[in-house]
């Protein structure tokens, strides 16, 4: 094959936990009759709140053919790239097992927000219940140099609260606030989706929403943005160029010796954003990971609706329409036209795979 798969999974693969029923039709096209894929696949989800073994195992029970941790990646993967951060210590926001996620990227002191306000428990006051009997604060003798945002976490009032007082206070929180401590320490964060799809009729708030309210927070205590050190996750740019080394690193295993030309985005953008991504060392790491095109294909079984009106004039300002992504992307809109809309992810195979001329 020269071409490659990057699937996304909600909305596409499953609802929620339930399956989408072309997914397990689709896939067993996509493999042969021991399992093995025809074609070299990445599932690229902005989930971050498990390791990539447990979704390679949903993934596996799901579809019904078997998913390894190297064909997916999840919305903190490329964190694996940032190694300058990995030996700081870092306060990680999210749910699900926080600190395993981290050390599995490579971080060696990361702090949950749960340990930060067990160590200063004057901090989070918005429930009475949770105040604490006693006021004492602990002495903390960390200095937190940076903020990992891995997805939307379960109390925002307390993660909301104990980021801004990090970011204020320059990795010190339990100290005054100082304004004029900016830009403030690193903030990385992984997966932008203001909205998600799960079993309700109607689009869920995903992290991008509460970064939404930590980036207003911010600005209305202060007067300033907030600044990212990176935004990783789908639609960014990082996001696409590690899939695609995953992608390059399967072909290779199996020692298929086509290059791969083209990349399906089945469910998501190929659209990449005009993001300011400072250099890193990952780049020279991933300069070799360029294929000639990437197309999207689109389905209508998640978020997307093919029923919703589209400006007449795509040419006028992103910002003059509803616009559902990151503050810090901005796309060209002709370039958020998807390439195909089809029904399901079935489809989606049958027609990449007419595309190509595929014959399994």
């Not at 949770?130 to 379960?154: A, W």
């Not at 020692?255 to 030309?261: E, H």
């Not at 990449?352 to 399994?360: D, K, M, N, T, Y």
Request: with cysteine.
């Amino acid at each position: 094959p020269s071409f490659g798969f990057l699937f996304d999974i909600d909305g596409v693969l499953v609802r929620g936990k339930t399956p989408i029923p072309a997914a397990k039709t689709a896939f067993q096209k996509l493999v042969n009759s021991r399992g093995q894929f025809l074609v070299p696949v990445v599932f690229v989800t902005n989930a971050g709140n498990c390791l990539r073994q447990k979704k390679a195992d949903q993934l596996s029970h799901l579809l019904g053919v078997p998913i390894s941790q190297d064909q997916v990646m999840m919305s903190h993967s490329p964190l694996r790239m940032f190694k300058r951060y990995h030996e700081k210590c870092v306060l990680v926001s999210g749910q699900g097992p926080l600190l395993d996620i981290a050390q599995d990227l490579g971080f060696c002191q990361p702090i949950t927000i749960e340990t930060l306000r067990e160590k200063h428990p004057l901090l989070d006051v918005v429930d009475h219940d949770r105040r604490p009997n006693v006021l004492v604060s602990e002495y903390f003798c960390f200095k937190i140099l940076s903020v990992v945002l891995f997805g939307e976490p379960v109390r925002w009032e307390t993660n909301l609260q104990l980021i801004i007082d990090v970011l204020l206070t320059s990795g010190y929180p339990g100290n005054p606030y100082h304004h004029e401590n900016y830009p403030h320490i690193p903030v990385l964060a992984c997966n932008m989706d203001l909205m998600w799809v799960a079993e309700a009729q109607s689009p869920r708030f995903g992290h991008g929403t509460f970064m939404v309210c930590l980036e207003n927070i911010y600005k209305k205590i202060t007067g300033k943005d907030l600044k990212y050190e990176a935004l990783v996750g789908k639609p960014s740019k990082l996001t696409y160029q590690y899939a695609e080394y995953l992608i390059r690193a399967q072909a290779a295993e199996r020692q298929w010796k086509q290059p791969i030309q083209t990349l399906y985005a089945v469910g998501g953008s190929a659209a990449l954003p005009q993001d300011d991504e400072k250099g890193n060392s990952w780049e020279t790491e991933l300069a070799s990971a360029a294929a000639a095109r990437c197309r999207s294909v689109l389905v209508c079984t998640g978020v997307y609706n093919p029923h919703t009106e589209v400006p007449l004039d795509t040419r006028e300002s992103i910002t003059e329409t509803v616009f559902h992504g990151h503050r810090d992307f901005r796309f060209d809109p002709g370039l958020v036209e998807p390439h195909h809309i089809v029904p399901d992810v079935d489809a989606a195979v049958d027609l990449v795979f007419q595309l190509e001329s595929f014959a399994p």
